[in-house]
């Protein structure tokens, strides 16, 4: 029988072992999660002692952390933009920095005093984007693409959830190619896998081993989905509307350069939290 004290020493050292970064931060994470608690109620229970049935399901977690798991994947979720996205091996954890896009839109929609924005995201994995546009902007229309019928799944989930499974139309789709010509968006978001094939022995364990290879990986160093969005959603937006999309680091050049200059203005590019070129936005002439 160990104390919260002990049972999180044990799992500091058994995390450290394992070469985990900020073990202790995990270990502590991992049992707040499971006591449902915060840091000030494990410091002020530090010496109470926990039912075998919760010391060993905390064990569980420590086990699979120590193996190099994401948190989120063990406990089955990430918040984006304050709200909670569940995700498992299926679907690409959210980022904070992808919250610059959401930043970006809900700026957009109301400088312009768009009534019915419509909004369409491209790769939409765990539905991160479209269910926080739904919910942030609640008369806009949004379409949400995924290659991966799995993680497609995992969105409705997180939009039945969030309470707009009806608000969002769900396109199993290899980019926008399953679109009618005819449909046409105020704003198209896409944050597309965009490292190279290459670079994966660079990766984090955490990453490589257990994020879904279809969401990170694109031929040509990173850069081929991206550019191809380029090219093809240009018919499906309203001349004024704008392109989003995430990018990886040192692409923003080449990416620009690729850039039709007939169909598209170069708008600007939003730096993330580490000052890393991160967003291109591109308007529709
Ligand atoms: C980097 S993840 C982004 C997920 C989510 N939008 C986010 O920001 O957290 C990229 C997503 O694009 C999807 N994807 C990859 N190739 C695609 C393609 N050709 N067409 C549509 N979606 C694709 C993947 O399945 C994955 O869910």
């Not at 939409?124 to 019928?149: R, V």
Request: hydrophobic fraction near 40%; glycine fraction near 4%.
């Amino acid at each position: 029988m160990l104390s919260i004290k002990d049972l999180l020493a044990q799992a500091t050292e058994k995390l450290q072992k394992a070469n985990i970064k900020d073990a202790r931060h995990n270990a502590t994470l991992l049992l707040m999660d499971l006591l449902n608690c915060n840091k000030a109620y494990l410091l002020a229970h530090n010496k109470d002692i926990l039912s075998s049935e919760i010391a060993e399901h905390y064990q569980r977690f420590i086990e699979r952390r120590s193996k190099g798991e994401p948190p989120q994947y063990i406990l089955g979720y990430q918040e984006f933009y304050g709200r909670k996205f569940t995700v498992n091996p299926n679907v690409l954890i959210p980022r904070p920095e992808t919250e610059l896009m959401i930043e970006l839109v809900i700026k957009l929609v109301k400088e312009l005093n768009i009534l019915q924005p419509k909004i369409l995201d491209v790769g939409t994995g765990s539905g991160s984007i479209a269910i926080t546009l739904a919910c942030e902007l609640p008369l806009s229309q949004i379409t949400a693409i995924d290659i991966s019928p799995r993680a497609l799944k995992v969105a409705h989930e997180n939009a039945s959830k969030h309470q707009v499974i009806d608000r969002i139309n769900w396109v199993y789709s290899d980019l926008v190619k399953e679109l009618s010509s005819t449909e046409e968006f105020h704003f198209c978001c896409a944050n597309l896998p965009y490292i190279s094939p290459s670079e994966k022995n660079d990766l984090a364990k955490e990453v490589r081993d257990y994020e879904p290879e279809l969401a990170l990986f694109a031929p040509e160093e990173g850069l081929a989905l991206t550019k191809k969005l380029f090219n093809d959603v240009v018919p499906l937006i309203y001349s004024g509307g704008y392109l989003i999309c995430e990018i990886g680091f040192g692409q923003e050049k080449a990416l620009l350069e690729s850039v039709n200059l007939e169909s598209w203005q170069i708008e600007e590019t939003l730096k993330d939290l580490q000052g890393i070129a991160r967003t291109i936005v591109l308007r529709r002439k």
